[in-house]
């Protein structure tokens, strides 16, 4: 079975600081990669999912960006943080038809 | 466009008892649906998914779903609850398989001693 691993588990950064976050699955090849956004511990919304290296769709426009520099690597950017890019970011992997989740990165800016 | 509504914020049900977490889905042809559970601070964990075939289908802790294509509903079930099943339960539909999941907005479940 897969495993997802993210980084850092927790992050406290300031408005207009850069941001990286990084999602690096083991188990298994070619996965379907996704960041999701969780607001207020309820409802997940899709931000970016990534079919291949180098192939990114973004499903909402806003600061943040996505890479697939490798297979199993995926990262989620941003040049400037803004107070409203405080949550907690989930990766997930999909090999076949079920997404697994990593542990997830509680993002606060202030 | 894919929708999944759990009409129910919170449910709250005595150890014991049987529960019931409700999901209602909107997909153009047939529905991928999966359900996971998320603990405080903790990713979603995968609980059970429906792609085809028996309409109840068996997943992880003891949970069952069923998949009811004319109520276009797949409501999570346990027979008998405990504390420890008190979490954030998610809903979720896909199209085709291996392409974005679109989630509910959770139900909690709250499960009292």
């Known amino acids: 079975s897969q495993t997802i691993h993210q980084w850092p588990a927790t992050l406290v950064q300031p408005v207009g600081s850069p941001l990286s976050l990084e999602c690096t699955v083991e188990g298994t090849s070619n996965p379907n990669l996704y960041w999701y956004r969780q607001a207020a511990g309820r409802g997940l919304q899709l931000l970016f999912y990534?079919?291949?290296?180098?192939?990114i769709s973004s499903e909402v426009p806003q600061n943040l960006s996505a890479s697939r520099p490798q297979d199993r690597q995926f990262i989620l950017s941003s040049k400037k943080l803004l107070l409203s890019d405080s949550g907690f970011y989930l990766c997930?992997?999909?090999?076949?038809?079920?997404?697994?989740f990593g542990p997830g990165t509680r993002l606060t800016v202030l | 466009a894919q929708s999944v509504a759990q009409p129910e914020d919170q449910v709250n049900v005595a150890e014991g008892n049987p529960l019931t977490v409700k999901c209602t889905y909107s997909v153009s042809g047939n529905p991928y649906l999966f359900w996971y559970v998320q603990y405080p601070n903790r990713g979603l964990q995968f609980l059970l998914k429906y792609i085809t075939g028996d309409n109840l289908v068996k997943g992880s802790y003891g949970f069952e779903a069923e998949f009811n294509k004319s109520q276009t509903s797949f409501h999570l079930k346990k027979p008998s609850a405990l504390v420890s099943d008190s979490a954030l339960y998610f809903c979720?539909?896909?199209?085709?398989?291996?392409?974005?999941?679109?989630f509910g907005k959770g139900t909690r479940l709250s499960v009292i001693a």
């Open positions: 990534s079919v291949g290296i180098g192939q």
């Open positions: 997930a992997s999909a090999g076949t038809d079920t997404q697994y």
């Open positions: 979720a539909v896909s199209q085709w398989g291996n392409t974005p999941l679109v």
